[in-house]
């Protein structure tokens, strides 16, 4: 409830008064469905619904409380449409995308180049591209008595999850927070046991700031030493809350609603940045875009020295055909990426934990959305 | 009028016996389909698993039976079922030394000692356990048993330690081990080992019941001369169906452990993995080398039930003179 009354101050001063109102109050299991009309009507001014259709996607689980959240804001303005997303992981999206049995793919990567090529064959006169649609930060979650506002660095964050640091008084952490009374016990360092986007993006961001501290490759695969491991995100979150000493990664809005205490980065900047949305958004706006076209996959910059700039981010895509969508679902998809990127949509799912485009980026993805054939 | 009768009854057997000879051709046909068709399905998951192994055989850097990374997705493609073996034929075991005797136990319980009014609601009681879905087993491990693992850990640590295997190498860390992982299994095959022995230990002959107290058995001599002797294949096979769960079981697994790539005898500390625990976890992320890798490991597993159950027919037919049921 408190998140969903924020959510509403927040979008009633950016003026999508009408739609998150309604969203809200489905939301909350309102009564909004006995007069279709009052909710329906001035939603469609922010949703234009286009021809109704029946939408599928599948993939990245990372994103689908934030397709949930649309799908729900859409399904009360357009009558007759219906969005099923089937969160099987990305790999499994970009399979079945690949095999032309769902209109979009959410995944927590960018296409390989072999998933291109066979993505044409279902696209048949264009191609399978790449719209960051979802944004999120990685909280670096932890549990420590009498530890509050606790700093880390990229050496040594690899350090604690690589087992080459072991104590919570190390030096190496004690350096980072000379005031903070850090006990002599051993970390308890918890990663994802399944593959998953979130220990990628971790591991990316590990390889470009750890100075070597972080030996392996960045992979959707766990590749540290040592450490327990747990399934998902509820997972590792469940563990933090109920080992002492422990520490791990999750989502945001894993760290909110289980709410446990985010470390603060220490990036180069003149201070640490602490885990916000508004922070991780800086880092979006300072995004290149790596793809070509109307691609538009993102390199982020992991390494930032900007200040307040969060730069353990994670961004996932709806995988799409630049041209060749197939026509009956067409209007549909363009329709529903349209609201997902506008204001309404993107601060809809900020009130999630996701954190909102900023306005440069969502604007190219608009354009893109409207280019698609 | 003398050889009217006959012919009408003759008429009628001649009836009778065609439609009983419809429906008997109908009904031997319909078993002899299901069996074909069972035989099919086996072949058919057989063969699509042995397919899909060797596509991934050719894209592993590693030994598929040695290496204990699984990384099949990686530039350089490494994986093995080498502690995925290990992880669960050891979670098993565990599972069955603390469940089949607990399962006996309750089954003469329930069919030699309790009083008929408390046995009925008691065998219906053993008996819904087996109805909750394995995630819920998985969140009371994860959730409840885990913290609450935590003195026995340590007191089997201190006593038992030099066991090497009962021995704790990781202070502080929650016991999200095969050990847990094992005890979760055994509370899951419960049940079916329960009811399976309690069937068969009813069927035990009553006259060889009578005839050892007669002889002036106590009740538990009794039981041990003429109730368990006649029980043991039906034991046996109850165990090998209540294994096959243990070997297979997924979701409870995965939400219990804390799987990792090492091998390590130490059973109470976190690590390990089982096949269906790896499968459920990678599958959803995995890209095309790992979904076919993952199916060469699901199709191990298959090979090692089949074994399973191989060995539980051959100790039952070894048996079957003692068994007393021919």
Not at chain 1, 169 to 180: C, E, G, Q, R, V
Not at chain 1, 314 to 341: M, R
Not at chain 2, 75 to 100: D, E, H, Q
Request: hydrophobic share 45%; glycine share 10%.
């Amino acid at each position: 409830m408190k998140l969903q009354r924020n959510g509403r101050s927040k979008a009633l001063a950016i003026g999508a008064m009408a739609l998150v109102g309604s969203l809200s109050l489905a939301a909350c299991g309102s009564d909004d469905n006995a007069d279709p009309k009052a909710s329906g009507a001035p939603s469609a001014a922010a949703i234009a619904c286009g021809k109704a259709g029946q939408l599928l996607g599948a993939g990245s689980t990372a994103q689908g409380n934030a397709i949930d959240t649309w799908k729900v804001a859409f399904g009360n303005a357009c009558a007759g449409s219906t969005i099923t997303y089937s969160g099987g992981g990305s790999g499994a999206g970009v399979q079945q995308f690949n095999q032309g049995k769902v209109a979009f793919a959410g995944s927590d990567s960018a296409l390989k180049e072999a998933d291109v090529t066979a993505s044409k064959e279902i696209c048949k006169t264009g191609q399978g591209i790449n719209l960051p649609l979802v944004a999120g930060l990685i909280s670096v979650i932890y549990n420590v008595d009498g530890v509050d506002n606790l700093v880390l660095d990229g050496p040594a964050i690899a350090g604690i999850f690589d087992s080459k640091i072991v104590k919570w008084n190390d030096p190496a952490i004690a350096k980072l927070n000379p005031t903070a009374k850090l006990p002599d016990a051993e970390i308890q360092a918890v990663h994802r046991s399944d593959d998953s986007g979130t220990t990628e993006n971790l591991t990316k961001y590990l390889e470009k700031t750890s100075g070597g501290a972080w030996p392996y490759k960045a992979s959707k695969t766990w590749a540290g030493k040592g450490g327990q491991s747990a399934a998902q995100s509820a997972g590792v979150s469940a563990q933090v809350k109920q080992v002492p000493n422990s520490i791990s990664y999750a989502e945001l809005s894993f760290a909110q609603t289980n709410n446990l205490k985010s470390a603060a980065i220490a990036t180069g900047a003149s201070k640490p940045v602490e885990a916000t949305a508004a922070n991780a958004a800086a880092t979006f706006a300072k995004a290149k875009i790596a793809g070509t076209g109307s691609d538009l996959a993102l390199t982020l910059d992991y390494a930032t020295k900007e200040e307040g700039s969060y730069p353990l981010v994670l961004v996932t895509y709806e995988i799409v055909c630049d041209k060749g969508n197939k026509a009956e679902t067409l209007d549909t998809l363009k329709s529903f990426l349209t609201y997902a990127v506008s204001d309404a949509g993107q601060q809809a799912i900020g009130t999630k934990g996701y954190v909102p485009l900023p306005k440069e980026l969502s604007e190219k993805v608009k354009t893109a959305v409207t280019a698609l054939a | 009028m003398t050889s009217s009768p006959p012919v009408a009854s003759g008429g009628r057997a001649r009836r009778g016996r065609s439609d009983s000879r419809r429906g008997d051709s109908i009904f031997f046909n319909l078993s002899r389909g299901s069996g074909v068709l069972l035989l099919v399905i086996m072949a058919a998951i057989a063969g699509f698993l042995t397919y899909r192994s060797f596509l991934s055989f050719g894209h592993n850097e590693g030994n598929f039976f040695t290496t204990f990374e699984w990384l099949p997705d990686a530039p350089v493609p490494t994986f093995g079922i080498a502690v995925l073996v290990f992880g669960t034929i050891a979670s098993s075991i565990i599972a069955m030394v603390i469940a089949v005797p607990v399962a006996v136990g309750v089954a003469l319980f329930i069919s030699h000692y309790a009083p008929r009014r408390i046995a009925q609601p008691f065998a219906y009681l053993v008996d819904l356990l087996a109805a909750v879905p394995s995630i819920v087993y998985g969140l009371w491990g994860a959730l409840f048993l885990v913290p609450h693992m935590s003195g026995l850990t340590s007191w089997m640590d201190e006593y038992l330690g030099w066991t090497y295997i009962f021995d704790s190498t990781k202070t502080g860390a929650a016991p999200r081990s095969l050990f847990t992982v094992g005890i979760v299994l055994a509370i899951m095959i419960l049940p079916i080992i329960t009811a399976v022995s309690r069937e068969v230990f009813k069927q035990a002959p009553r006259m060889h019941e009578e005839a050892a107290l007669a002889l002036g058995a106590t009740r538990w001599e009794m039981i041990r001369t003429a109730v368990l002797p006649f029980g043991r294949p039906g034991v046996i096979s109850a165990s090998m169906l209540g294994l096959g769960r243990a070997l297979g079981e997924t979701i409870a697994v995965a939400t219990v452990l804390s799987s990792s790539p090492v091998l390590s005898l130490h059973l109470m500390d976190p690590g390990g993995g089982t096949f269906a625990q790896n499968i459920a976890l990678r599958f959803g992320e995995a890209g095309e080398n790992g979904r076919n890798a993952l199916m060469a490991s699901g199709l191990v597993l298959f090979v090692i039930t089949l074994l399973v159950n191989g060995a539980a027919r051959m100790i039952i037919a070894r048996r079957k003179e003692y068994s007393g049921a021919n």
